[in-house]
T-cell receptor, first 115, second 111 residues
Framework: ETGVTQSPTHLIKTRGQQVTLRCSSQ?????VSWYQQALGQGPQFIFQ???????GRGNFPPRFSGLQFPNYSSELNVNALELDDSALYLC??????????????FGPGTRLTVL | GENVEQHPSTLSVQEGDSAVIKCTYS??????FPWYKQELGKRPQLIID?????GEKKDQRIAVTLNKTAKHFSLHITETQPEDSAVYFC??????????FGQGTTLQVKP
């Protein structure tokens, strides 16, 4: 098992609501990436945070936003939830050093269901 | 744009046979290629990776090869076992740190 944790494990929301998902990175890692994994598909990159700044973003609308804290933990916020937002949300912890991106280790994920 | 194509989507082999999964990437700036194994309901687990300055890497029954010129990389599993059954994802990371995943290969190892 990795040292990456996520909360909550499962979440049920209704359309239009807002949700906050949390991720604690592995000790020694300074980078957190968030992914959305729909059923039967590969993870899709949402965005990455490095030293509390957004460091790259995938093709997701602005209602997907995030934060990284001084201890490198991170939050993913999704506003105005839509049915298609139902998915497994994964965070991955890694370290960026000397310009090299190193291995990304995934947390267990949060299963979000939007009704 | 950045894209990773993965084939086949499903693969069924007999226990003890070899399995090969192939991926192609589009971003010539990609310099790191991990492979993940994901069992049902669980997180993706890194099983092997390779950097762009290496052509091949092996770890026991698992090996990965990289052809930078052709932008191809492959996963080879020898002496497959039933516990190898899972979904396997290849991925490529660009110099901006964005990890792009393939569509996944469902591997079934029949006892």
């Amino acid at each position: 098992e990795t040292g990456v944790t996520q909360s909550p494990t499962h979440l049920i929301k209704t359309r239009g609501q807002q949700v906050t998902l949390r991720c604690s990175s592995q000790s020694g890692h300074n980078t957190v990436s968030w992914y959305q994994q729909a059923l039967g598909q590969g993870p899709q990159f949402i965005f990455q945070y490095y030293r509390e700044e957004e460091n790259g973003r995938g093709n997701f609308p602005p209602r997907f936003s995030g934060l990284q804290f001084p201890n490198y933990s991170s939050e993913l916020n999704v506003n105005a939830l839509e049915l298609d937002d139902s998915a497994l949300y994964l965070c991955a912890s890694s370290s960026l050093s000397s310009g090299y991106y190193n291995e990304q280790f995934f947390g267990p994920g949060t299963r979000l269901t939007v009704l | 744009g950045e894209n990773v194509e993965q084939h086949p989507s499903t693969l069924s082999v007999q226990e003890g046979d070899s399995a090969v999964i192939k991926c192609t990437y589009s971003d010539s700036a990609s310099n790191y290629f991990p492979w993940y194994k994901q069992e049902l309901g669980k997180r993706p687990q890194l099983i092997i990776d390779i950097r762009s300055n290496v052509g091949e890497k092996k770890d026991q029954r698992i090996a990965v090869t990289l052809n930078k010129t052709a932008k191809h990389f492959s996963l080879h599993i020898t002496e497959t076992q039933p516990e190898d059954s899972a979904v396997y994802f290849c991925a490529a990371i660009s110099n901006t740190g964005k990890l792009i995943f393939g569509q996944g290969t469902t591997l079934q190892v029949k006892p």
